[in-house]
């Protein structure tokens, strides 16, 4: 076996001591951990809660030889279902709601059956069908617009002490913000106007065929639970 030349041993020797040094000059890859997001709140699923607030109005009878005008207040409570769908940034939803209600005002001023003792309109019960659209791009926040359906009691009684009650359908728009506590529950105010149009007074109870309003402003909290 021939021998190496001398100045190939040399060639080696001055690579094998400059390879760590080369390796040290390579940039290593740093390591980072990765970083975990929460997220976001999911407003879709069903819910369903319990609903206070305060209502006002008003309510104008009007036939012959009658006229009034009542200012009907007070307070309602009640429950509410309803589910929302989300998709992106905004928040489908229908929601119903029945409360009772103490909502009440009379009026002695008026002429025919509101004179002396007077006449009165009472609410005894309100309900609501509605569609929500809302916007959750501030997480837990949703301010919502709605609208839909309303129904309930109107409830006449003239000074003949004579009460009828009947049934009205009619329509409901407001507005509201609804914030999520937890992970099931929620909390909302919101303001919504009812619109129960012209209940009927017969001749029986009012002596001749009288047309009842009723119109009502709500302002209201609530508590959910979602499913």
Same mark, same amino acid.
């Not at 501030?138 to 002490?161: E, Q």
């Not at 105010?189 to 129960?196: F, I």
């Given at each position: 076996?021939?021998?190496?030349?001398?100045?190939?041993?040399?060639g080696?020797? /001055?690579?094998?001591?400059a390879a760590?040094?080369?390796?040290a !000059? =390579?940039?290593?890859q740093?390591?980072k951990?990765?970083?975990?997001?929460?997220?976001?709140?999911?407003w879709?699923g069903?819910y369903a809660g319990?609903n206070?607030g305060?209502?006002?109005?008003?309510?104008?009878?009007?036939g /012959?030889?009658?006229?009034g005008?009542?200012?009907?207040?007070?307070?309602?409570?009640?429950i509410?279902?309803?589910y %929302?769908?989300?998709t992106?940034?905004? /928040?489908?939803g229908?929601?119903?709601?029945?409360?009772?209600?103490?909502v $009440? *005002?009379?009026?002695?001023?008026?002429t025919?059956v @509101?004179?002396?003792t007077? @006449?009165?309109?009472?609410?005894?019960?309100l309900?609501?069908?509605?569609g929500?659209? *809302?916007?959750?791009?501030? !997480?837990?926040?949703l301010?919502? =617009?709605?609208?839909?359906?309303a129904?309930?009691?109107? +409830?006449?009684?003239? %000074?003949?002490?004579?009460?009828e009650? $009947?049934?009205r359908?009619?329509?409901t728009v *407001?507005?509201?913000?609804?914030?999520?506590?937890?992970s099931n529950?929620?909390? +909302?105010v919101?303001y919504?106007?009812? !619109?129960? *149009?012209?209940?009927?007074c017969?001749?029986?109870? @009012?002596g001749?065929s009288? !047309? /009842?309003s009723?119109?009502?402003? =709500?302002?209201?909290?609530?508590?959910?639970?979602?499913?």
């Amino acid at each position: 076996m021939k021998r190496l030349p001398m100045t190939m041993y040399i060639g080696l020797f /001055v690579a094998a001591m400059a390879a760590p040094s080369f390796a040290a !000059d =390579i940039p290593r890859q740093s390591y980072k951990a990765p970083i975990y997001s929460v997220p976001g709140y999911s407003w879709t699923g069903f819910y369903a809660g319990i609903n206070g607030g305060y209502g006002f109005g008003t309510s104008n009878w009007s036939g /012959v030889g009658n006229s009034g005008s009542t200012k009907p207040k007070g307070a309602l409570a009640g429950i509410t279902l309803g589910y %929302n769908l989300q998709t992106g940034s905004w /928040v489908w939803g229908l929601e119903g709601d029945v409360d009772y209600s103490w909502v $009440k *005002g009379s009026d002695s001023s008026g002429t025919g059956v @509101c004179t002396g003792t007077g @006449c009165e309109t009472r609410n005894t019960w309100l309900g609501t069908a509605r569609g929500r659209l *809302g916007y959750a791009g501030w !997480d837990r926040w949703l301010p919502y =617009i709605t609208g839909g359906a309303a129904f309930g009691s109107v +409830k006449m009684t003239p %000074n003949t002490n004579v009460s009828e009650s $009947k049934t009205r359908f009619g329509w409901t728009v *407001g507005a509201g913000v609804e914030y999520a506590l937890m992970s099931n529950w929620t909390t +909302k105010v919101e303001y919504l106007y009812a !619109d129960l *149009g012209t209940a009927n007074c017969s001749a029986a109870a @009012c002596g001749t065929s009288t !047309d /009842v309003s009723f119109k009502e402003h =709500i302002v209201r909290l609530g508590l959910n639970y979602r499913f």
